[in-house]
């Protein structure tokens, strides 16, 4: 059946919610503006200007006396309303609201464009452990309409949205499904969610909620009888199923004039809010961190260039500093973060001879996520944990260390850079190696005494930006937490700077500097932002966690590594 032709309305809300209008193929193209205005109207705005001009004139000059009262903020809002003509053509509505701000600046002429001056008797400045900010810490980006998906959708399903009908629950289990695509199909008619989402986007929606709801009532037979349990149910599964990332969204972002941009790739069609809230391992603090407030020392900081790269600065170890790993579904991006740091310190802290290098250079993040998870301790590390807890067990006693990719692969399944579609679970912490790895635990692992001797500024203050600089600039790339939105998800190029104040939630790498920002590499794959690296503005940067020092010469790395036959 060919769908219902849209009302007037329902286009125009679609034009004005995505900001632009959508083609056949779903791209949106810009709305082109109406070329024909009213005679009336252009000659009705003409006049108001004149007035407004006739404002400014009487205006003070910048030679006028400080005592003279001047206007700091003048707000000149020119109209046209919208008219009726005889003809009964309606005229375009013409709104202009031009908005000057008007400042005394001290020993010069008055200037329209600079920044309001703070009010006399007050003092502005900036603290000691304020964040650091720079050029790069903060976009102005014009106002943007949120879309619908970005909204509460559990709050959509209410009896007076979607019917009683759909609202109650399936006589049956065996109904539960055919019964959620139909409360699932009026969720989506009734609010407009149809219109943000292409076939893809909707398919893979309909069919996680669906399958969530079915397999609710399979596990849970009182589901369905329970007051109000199919309704709740229903709620939570439409908000946690949503798709993180749309092409609707993706183009709403990239209109704002932010300074990243936003795409919208083939495999987050089947990103859930769910899964994508799966990847973020930070969990609170614990008690027992050994964490700092930098401030000042006093004395002047070392040498720091204005940009520097790691990658650039240590050649030989470029590899270790920039290979990119995938976490998969699992919140390990803790353990991913400091085996990263390992990597390329190791290979830094190595001499020529003895050169931890290669395909198989790579310390192992799964290892860490089954045993380190809990205070350095085993534990699950697709629950979250910290990057400090790997340091900690690889000095701990009674641990073999630090082990090799080689000897305990990501979950068992190969390397980190698997893509996983489904949320995992770290399994047990394992007591040896693969069957057909030629040493034993004990023979893999390696110990880097004084690794655990790390710093953890907290918050990111300009000092702790400066001790993380000095670090990178003698010693490599060290971990660093930030707070990830959905919206980074969609995060494509540029310098990410939706800086928002909240805790960390996701911990990764930065191996350099740019004037107001950092040099970072996500845990996500080569798929996602710039080939799976990132540019942070400093405002994004919650903390730093700098490890130990360590030298290759009093470490125990097995070199060289173990030659896997086969």
Known sequence: MASPARSSYEQQDEELLLGGHLTADGVQAEQQPSRRVSSRVVLTAVGLIAAGASVALLRPSASSPADVPALALEQIQLKAEVTKVESGATEAKVQIDATEEVTKVEGGPTDVN???????????????DAPATGSGSRSHPKKRKQLRIEGDLGALLTEHNIGKGASQAPPSTLECGLHAKSLFDSVMMHSGLDKELDASEKG?????????????CQVDPLFITREDGWLEGAKDAMEQQKPVMTKALAHNLNRAGLKWQAKMQDWMVHESKASFEARLGRTALPHDANATEAKSSGRQGGYLPQEFNSAENWPQCQREILQVHNQGICGSCWAFSCSQVLNARICIESDEGHKFDGEDAQVAPG???SCAANRAHPGDGCSGGWEYFCYQYIDRPGTPGA?????????????????????????ACPTMCRDDYPRSLAQDGFKLPGVSGYQ??????????????????HSGPVNHGIYASAHFMGYAGGVYDHCTGMPANHAVVTYGWFEGG???????????????LMRLADCIMTDFTIPGHFDGWNSHIPYPLAEVLG
């Open 403 to 427: 082990v090799s990719e080689t000897c305990s692969p990501y979950f068992g399944t190969g390397s980190g850079v698997n893509h996983f579609k489904v949320r995992s679970q770290a399994p």
């Open 204 to 216: 893979a929606f309909g069919d996680r909620f669906i399958g969530e709801m079915d397999r609710a």
């Open 518 to 532: 950092y040099l970072s590499k996500n845990s996500w794959g080569e798929d996602w932002g710039e080939d799976g």
């Open 367 to 369: 290892y860490f996520a």
């Open 114 to 128: 600079a920044e309001p001056l703070a009010p006399k008797n007050k003092t502005t400045a900036v603290k000691d």
């Open 456 to 473: 953890l500024l907290m918050p990111a203050n300009r000092h702790a930006h400066e001790l993380a600089k000095q670090a990178i600039y």
